[in-house]
């Protein structure tokens, strides 16, 4: 056994992977995975948005203020530390792992809207419910750098399925809308 003053060695610290293998699983399919998003106004939330072969699940993970958040870099590091759980885990950890989970079946999903953002905006995806009384999901990505790739994959997840996907120039912000998404 290791003293006090002694750290730990690399070995000490390795996880043998094959421990998680009998944990319990969904089998749920990942079929896109847009990492690093913000949600909502104060505070922002993070969120990832899962496409798999049972529906669309966002995740929301952290919450963030301005000052305390984006200034120290909170963003970044807990961004990083959810994609870890769902590179050694996968996703029924990041569900179970997340603040708030949102499932939509796609039967249940009218459009994804991706902006394509700009010089004065990051690029958003909007998730609109086919019940248009039901609430809308929006999410600023900011991990994004590619939105035609991001596109042409929406476009494939969305192939066979109900929804439409549309992509728009500009910043996709809509002052009516986003109050009544932050009143929902």
């Not at 949102?102 to 086919?130: E, S």
Request: charged share 30%.
């Amino acid at each position: 056994m290791a003293s006090e003053s002694e750290s730990p060695s690399a070995s000490d610290l390795e996880v043998d992977l094959e421990e998680f293998d009998d944990l319990p699983t969904t089998d749920i399919e990942t079929e896109l995975h847009v990492h690093f998003g913000m949600a909502g106004s104060f505070p922002l939330r993070l969120a990832d948005l899962f496409f798999a072969d049972d529906g669309l699940h966002i995740v929301e993970y952290s919450y963030i203020t301005p000052m305390f958040g984006l200034g120290t870099k909170k963003h970044r590091r807990e961004a990083s530390a959810m994609q870890e759980v769902y590179d050694v885990h996968g996703l029924d950890e990041v569900l179970l792992q997340g603040d708030t989970v949102h499932w939509l079946n796609y039967r249940a999903i009218d459009r994804v809207v991706l902006h394509r953002g700009g010089y004065f905006g990051r690029p958003k995806l909007t998730v609109y419910p086919a019940d248009e009384s039901a609430r809308s999901h929006a999410v600023r990505l900011h991990e994004e750098d590619d939105p035609d790739a991001l596109a042409a994959s929406l476009r494939e997840v969305a192939e066979g399925r109900p929804f439409d996907v549309v992509v728009e120039t500009g910043s996709g912000f809509d002052p009516r809308e986003n109050v009544q998404r932050f009143f929902s």
